[in-house]
């Protein structure tokens, strides 16, 4: 290689060796190798759940051999006909994070950790913080100790949440701003990402973690309100009731699942990585009465009310919240490429054929 490669400035020059040395690997900063993962284990947990099975269904695309693992407990989202189609091409494991012991058999021999086991709902960590404690911090710390002894090579995407900003003193929200939780949901996924951080810092460990924020798409948890409100909206929307929109003024971005999943394996696939935290976000920023009046305009017919927020709801709401993700797009190169109204629809197609695979126990 030349001295200077087409006569760049010392600060470019890096630049541009860093990026041929990350091509020559097979890792580019904007584009997502495919190979990468082929022939690779990888290890989902979580993984029959909503954004973990549609990552899987992705991976299997890529000839990657994928191993699923979730508890299955009722309310958190984990259901076998998310797998449907690829049933016969992934490897199911139904277990506890919470099982150290079986964690560390789990992790040997994995290529690859996308580690998405986790309890979601905001409420449930008022109700019950100890549960919420165990699933989203102690079963983190178990996963990287199994790691760490049993497979320090392995690269880790965790899966944090916007949640843990709490009310934004600023628009848009990037990942400088200060963290201040208001459900005791925010608190314990601190401690699961800054744990997974904490590993990589000085265990050597290779992990990162991505911040989503109101991830939508088919085989989310549309029973309920738990994974997201956009959830029940849809539920109710295809079922013919109305559903409530609380103060819908507020705003907020999304990020369709596809959207998701490629940042999952960008994050993955980049030595860049390493050590950092990324936002996910989306395009455009809607109030929520936009965004209820769009999906009934998609869906061709449906009603809402307009109600105030609950009491107990009220006292966690963060109030207008949308992201920043320019440091995802600047260091990995990825964005949001589906549209706001074709994630939308896809979604309701989606619930209009198979609804009643959603609404069963659990």
Known sequence: MEPNPKGLSEAGCFGYIQAVSLEWMGIRSDVLDNDLFRNRNVLITGGLGFIGSNLARRLVEMEARVTLVDSMIPDYGGNLFNIDGIRDRVVVNIADVRDSHGMKYLVRDQDYLFNLAGQTSHMDSMHDPFTDLEINTRAQL???????????????????????????????????????????????????????????????????????????????????????????????????????????????????????????????????????????????????????????????????????????????????????????????????KVPLREGLSRTIAFYSEHLDHYLGEG
Not at 210 to 228: C, E, F, I, S
Not at 237 to 246: I, N, S, T, Y
Not at 259 to 276: C, K, P, Q
């Open 142 to 336: 178990s996963i990287l100790e199994a790691c760490r002894h049993h497979n320090p090579s392995v690269r880790i995407v965790f899966a944090s949440t916007r949640q843990i900003y709490g009310r934004p003193q600023r628009l848009p929200v990037n990942e400088e701003h200060p963290l201040q939780p208001v459900d005791v949901n925010g608190i314990n996924k601190i401690a699961g990402e800054y744990y997974h951080l904490l590993y990589d810092n000085v265990y050597d460990l290779n992990a990162c973690a991505l911040r989503l924020t109101n991830t939508y798409g088919p085989r989310m948890r549309v029973k309920d309100a738990r994974q997201t409100f956009l959830g029940i909206w849809i539920r109710l929307l295809v079922e013919g009731k109305p559903f409530e929109v609380w103060e819908g003024d507020q705003l907020r971005d999304f990020t369709y699942v596809d959207d998701a999943a490629e940042a999952f394996l960008l994050a993955a696939s980049h030595v860049t990585s390493r050590g950092s935290v990324f936002n996910l976000g989306g395009e455009p920023v809607v109030m929520l009465k936009q965004l209820a009046d769009l999906l009934v305009e998609i869906y061709g017919r449906g009603e809402y009310v307009v109600r105030s927020y609950p009491a107990d709801r009220k006292r966690i709401d963060i109030g207008d919240y949308y992201s920043d993700f320019s440091k995802i797009k600047a260091k990995l190169g990825w964005e949001p």
